[in-house]
C-alpha cells in the first residue's frame, strides 16, 4: 500500500464493528500488503475471510464466503473485475448482500465508469492509505458510495449523458493490460517506472509495449502517446 498512514488504535469507521472482506488482485504481494495494513482485526475491524487472483477463483471464495466487502482489482485473468461483478450479481442483490468496493492502480474513466456500471459500490486507486482504505469498507459495507478524488466526476459525467459512447475498435483489440501499459507510456513512464507500478518485469513491459505498437500498427512510443492522447486515454 502506497504511503499508507499507520493505524489507530481502533478502527476509524467500525465503531466496534467487523466487516469481512475478500481479496481480489492477481499479484500476491499486493495481496500481502494489504492483508498486513488493514487485516489486524483487533486494531481495523477488517477480518480478511478469503483471497483470490483470477476471476474464477474470485466468483468462487467470494460465493463460499459470502463477505460483506469485496477488494477488487479490474485487471485481473480470466475477464478482469467486471467479469467477476457480471458472475456474482446474485449475491449483489440479496438482502445484504456481497458489497463490491474497486482497487486498482488505473485511475482511467473506462475502467471505472465499467466497474460501476457492472455493481461496485465505489473505486479507489492503491496509493490510498490504509486508514482511508479502512473507512472505505466500512461506509461500502454501509451502503455509501466511496471513490478516489476526481473518479466520482468519471461517472456523473457516464450516467448524466444521453448518447452512448461509440465503440472504439482499434481500442478494443487490445488486452486490459495492454491498456495499461499504452496509459503509462503515454503518461511519459518509462519501462523501468511501469514495471514497478503494475508488479511486472521489464521483459514483460516490453512484450506489451510491442504487441500494442502491432495491434494498433503504430512504429513507436511518440506515435503510440499521440494515439493515446488524441483518444483523451492519458
Known sequence: MTEAAPMGASPAEGGGRTARVVLVDDHRMFRTGVRAE?????????????????????VRVVAETR????????????????????????????????????????????????????????YVTKTITG??????VFRIA??????????????????AATDTPPVDEDLDRLTQREREVLRLIARGYAYKEIAKQLFISVKTVESHVSAVLRKLQLSNRHELTRWATARRLV
Open 38 to 58: 488493514i487485516g489486524r482485526t483487533d486494531v481495523t475491524g477488517i477480518d480478511v475471510v478469503g483471497e483470490a487472483d483470477d476471476v474464477d477463483s474470485a
Open 67 to 122: 463477505p460483506d466487502v469485496v477488494l477488487l482489482d479490474v485487471h485481473l485473468p480470466g475477464g478482469g473485475g467486471v467479469e467477476v461483478l457480471r458472475r456474482s450479481v446474485g449475491l449483489m442483490g440479496e438482502q445484504g448482500g456481497v458489497k463490491f468496493l474497486a482497487l486498482s492502480v488505473s485511475d482511467a474513466a473506462e475502467d471505472v465508469i465499467g466497474v460501476i456500471r457492472g455493481g461496485a459500490r465505489g
Open 131 to 136: 486508514t482511508d482504505l479502512v473507512n472505505a
Open 142 to 159: 454501509d451502503g455509501d458510495a466511496v471513490f478516489s478524488p476526481r473518479l466520482a466526476g468519471f461517472v456523473l459525467d457516464a450516467f
